[in-house]
Each structure stands twice: as C-alpha cells, then as structure tokens.
C-alpha cells in the first residue's frame, strides 16, 4: 500500500469515523482494507499524543474548565469503567481548548492531584477561574495548587445532584431557585438563594442541604466578573460538549472501546474535533469584555501585560467579596496597564 493510501486512512480516522464506518467507505469504493495501514495509522496519531502531552501549556487562562467522563473499556476480555479526566481551558485572548487529558482506573483525590499538578508542572500557573463540580476533597486540591484562583462549582452538576433526592412534584420549584441564584446580582443575593435551596431540600434530603450550605462560598465566584459573562463560568458545559463527543463515538462503537488503543485514538479525534468546533465559533461575549478580564487578571496576579495592551485603562478595586470587580468600575483614564504514553492494545 502506498503513502497515499495510508494518508487516505488517517483522514478519514481524524475525521470522526469508527473502523466500521472507515471500512464501509473503502468497501463502497472498491478499496481494500489493511490492518497493518490502520496500525501504522494509529501509531502516528500516538506520535501526535505524545507531542500533545508534552507540550507547554499556557501560564495564564481566564477560566479552567475541569471534569471526568467515565466510559467503558475493553480490556483482557472484560468490559470494564475508566475515568477520563479532562482539563479545558479559555486564555486571556479567548481562546478556548482542550489542555489535557488522563485516563485513570477511578476518579479519586489521588487522581486529581496527579492530573492538576500535571497542569502546573506543564506550565498553568494564573487562573482566574476554576470550574469544576463538588467532588469531595477536589476543593482542598484546587485551593492548594492554585491559592490566588477563585473556584466555582458547576450550577448544572447541582441541579443533577438535587433532582435526584427530589420528588418530581419539587422539580419545578427547584428550577425556580436556581433561577434566582443564577440571576443573583452580589452576594446578599447569593446567599439567599443557596439558603432557599438548601430549605428546599432538607426534608428529602438533610445531608444535601447541609453539603450545599458549606460549599456555598464556591457557588458565587461568578459574581466576581462582568455580569455579561458570568453564564460562561457558572456551569461546566463547555467540559460537557466535549464529553458528548466522546460519547458519540463510544456509543458509534457499539456502548464501548475496544482497546485502550481504540479510547485514545478517539480521545485525539475528539480533542481535535471540540478544538475545531470552538475555533470556528468564538465566545465572543467574554472576546468582548477581554480587555477589563485582562485588568482584573493583572490585578489578581500582579502582572504586567506588553505594549500591546497599553492604552485606556479602567481602574478596578478588587475584592472577592462582598462586592464584584465590576460593581467598582470607575471612569476611564488614560494609563498604561501595569497592574502521554505509546497507544498500546
């Protein structure tokens, strides 16, 4: 088989198709099919993870968005769980991509702190926000290796766990009240709105109300920026769109990988498809309000941006609480800103 051939191959594999779909279009065009080609082919998209892998990652990001999709492996016979951990990240220029990923038998804390100190052993450094869900313990691990960040927890993940100790006759009223800690303007509103769902849920379910009251300081980091972005930092949907896409090919496959191969080979399609789809429709809202993020990141952090950034500053007075960063907006002025390893089966 020639270079074309194979080349042939990796582009239709890159494009999204399951060895099945890939030998259904060979077969229309009267093209054979070579096991040893696809082979060849998978070992050059696991030259193209170890550079994924191994690249530096940038130092400063807007917002992190952090999740594990568990999905289903074939391994020595066995159909068995495996965690994915996945870390999406937005720079200070809007850019969104996918930075990271790590398969893992579990996810656990010892899971975490492999895969965020993996981040900032790569290069992640200043993050404003972190987005995330409440998985027990994550809170201390986050706090730990990135102290100046604030640390959302995902509105979407809540309402999955909430709907789940709640009768269906509460569902409606529970969406009400996330309606209003969504819409929260500062922190008194905040803090009502959590006290509302909290009051709602105990008598279902006391250990979630009081699991919601304790963690209620990182459900209003949101509040922290410009009203017009938050709805882009109070869930974790962007770590869902990529999960869908990982699902559709795990569901395209027949409810599994076959190998571990096959789950990295399609961890690769996906992060190359999610990173594409995102390029070709920018988040351009926050694009929008970058300029005042760039301030607020170099206030947080103390940094410097380049003479590109130097032009109208605004001045900001940075609290965490009980005010937002926007709610201190006073008029401009003219200043500079100074504030992975071989696929094997």
């Known amino acids: 088989m020639d270079q074309g051939y194979e080349e042939f191959l990796l582009g239709l594999v890159l494009s999204g198709m399951t060895p099945g779909q890939v030998k259904a279009v060979l077969a229309a065009k009267g093209i054979?099919?070579?096991?040893?080609?696809?082979?060849r082919v998978a070992e050059r998209i696991s030259n193209k993870l170890r550079e994924f892998k191994n690249r530096e990652l940038p130092h400063d990001l807007l917002a992190l968005y952090v999740d594990v999709k568990f999905v289903k492996v074939r391994i020595n016979e066995a159909i068995v769980e495996r965690a994915v951990y996945i870390a999406i990240g937005v720079d200070l220029d809007v850019n969104k991509s996918v930075l990271d990923y790590e398969v893992r038998d579990r996810e656990d804390l010892d899971g975490w702190k492999s895969f965020l100190g993996g981040l900032v052993s790569r290069g992640v450094s200043r993050v404003d926000v972190i987005v995330s869900d409440d998985f027990s313990g994550l809170d201390r691990v986050v706090s730990t290796l990135f102290p100046s960040s604030e640390h959302q927890l995902c509105i979407t993940h809540l309402i999955r766990n909430l709907i789940r100790v709640l009768p269906d006759k509460e569902k409606d009223e529970l969406m009400a009240r996330v309606r209003d800690l969504k819409s929260s303007r500062n922190v008194e509103e905040e803090k009502k709105a959590i006290s509302s769902l909290s009051q709602l849920v105990?008598?279902?379910?006391p250990a979630h109300?009081?699991?919601?009251?304790?963690?209620a300081d990182k459900y209003r980091a949101f509040l922290n920026f410009p009203?017009?972005?938050?709805?882009?930092?109070?869930?974790?949907?962007?770590?869902?769109s990529f999960n869908s896409t990982l699902a559709r090919f795990e569901e395209e496959l027949g409810g599994y990988f076959p190998s571990l191969r096959s789950l990295q080979v399609y961890l690769y399609v996906s992060i190359e498809e999610s990173n594409s789809r995102w390029k070709s429709r920018p988040m351009s809202v926050i694009r929008h309000h970058s300029y005042h993020l760039k301030q607020l990141h170099a206030s947080r952090f103390q940094?410097?941006?380049?003479?590109?950034?130097q032009a109208t500053a605004y001045i900001f007075s940075y609290?965490?609480?009980?005010?937002?960063?926007t709610e201190a907006l006073v008029s401009?002025?003219?200043?500079h800103a100074t504030a992975p390893p071989f696929i094997t089966m």
Request: net charge negative.
């Open 332 to 335: 401009p002025m003219s200043a």
């Open 303 to 309: 940094v410097s941006f380049d003479e590109d950034f």
């Open 319 to 325: 609290t965490s609480i009980p005010g937002s960063p």
């Open 32 to 39: 054979p099919y070579s096991e040893v080609v696809m082979d």
């Open 202 to 205: 105990e008598p279902f379910s």
């Open 209 to 215: 109300a009081k699991r919601l009251l304790d963690a």
């Open 227 to 240: 009203r017009e972005v938050r709805h882009y930092l109070y869930t974790n949907n962007t770590s869902e």
